[in-house]
């Protein structure tokens, strides 16, 4: 089956940008997605990209998709305190339920 | 954009109890909803996909006969867990795949934090 990998852990200094990468097994998924998730909460969909797209942006969120090395990225620019949580890559085939990364925690720091 | 809603949010219930979260999709119809589980620090794990109209196919590891799974009508799928104890204390996350939107999307509904005394 699918496997979606992540790093644990990232550190930033507010204002900077993050970048946190993701890497998946399974060519046909069709759609990735990032969610964010803070202490005690659900999962906010922050993005997503579909799988003939290179790049997407969206204000302070670029993600970025090499398809050919099926690699993930999300760029977060200016990075604020508020950004501090957990992000969850994840792969959709289309047809089963979405596979998740491990999470990445991004620390901010002031 | 489509919606996707838990009920309860939150519940704590006594060993031994049986506690039923119902999972809604409010403006699509999803043949197709997912049921996760994310315990403390860790990522999310699928326990069953529910299908309409029939039996939900569990994952490796997970007790039908524990977590009862029902998908009665294209908007609502509902988890049981059965004679609840302790260890089943988790955050559980329901998922709904739009049954005409392009491919399918996924959507997430906001979780359902349950303690088990």
């Known amino acids: 089956g699918e496997d979606v990998e992540q790093s644990l852990f990232l550190s930033v200094r507010e204002g900077d940008s993050s970048v946190i990468n993701c890497t998946y097994t399974d060519s046909s998924s069709t759609y990735l997605y990032w969610y964010k998730q803070e202490p005690g909460a659900g999962l906010q969909l922050l993005t997503y990209i579909f799988s003939n797209m290179d790049m997407k942006q969206d204000q302070r969120l670029t993600v970025l998709l090499n398809k050919k090395d099926k690699h993930l990225s999300l760029r977060i620019a200016d990075t604020q305190t508020g950004d501090s949580a957990i992000y969850f890559c994840a792969a959709d085939t289309g047809r089963r339920a979405l596979t998740f990364g491990s999470g990445t925690r991004l620390q901010v720091q002031p | 954009g489509a919606v996707v809603s838990q009920h309860p949010s939150r519940v704590i219930c006594k060993s031994g109890t049986s506690v039923k979260i119902e999972c809604r999709s409010l403006?699509?119809?999803?043949?197709?909803m997912f049921w996760y589980r994310q315990f403390p620090k860790q990522s999310l794990m699928l326990m069953a996909t529910s299908n309409e109209g029939s039996k939900a196919t569990y994952e490796q590891g997970v007790e039908k006969d524990k977590f009862l799974i029902n998908h009665a009508s294209l908007t609502l799928s509902t988890l049981t867990v059965t004679s609840a104890h302790p260890e089943d204390s988790s955050f559980y996350i329901c998922?709904?795949?739009?049954?005409?939107?392009?491919?399918?999307?996924?959507?997430f509904g906001p979780g359902t934090r349950l303690t088990v005394l």
């Open positions: 403006d699509f119809q999803a043949t197709t």
């Open positions: 998922s709904a795949r739009d049954r005409d939107g392009v491919l399918g999307r996924q959507y």
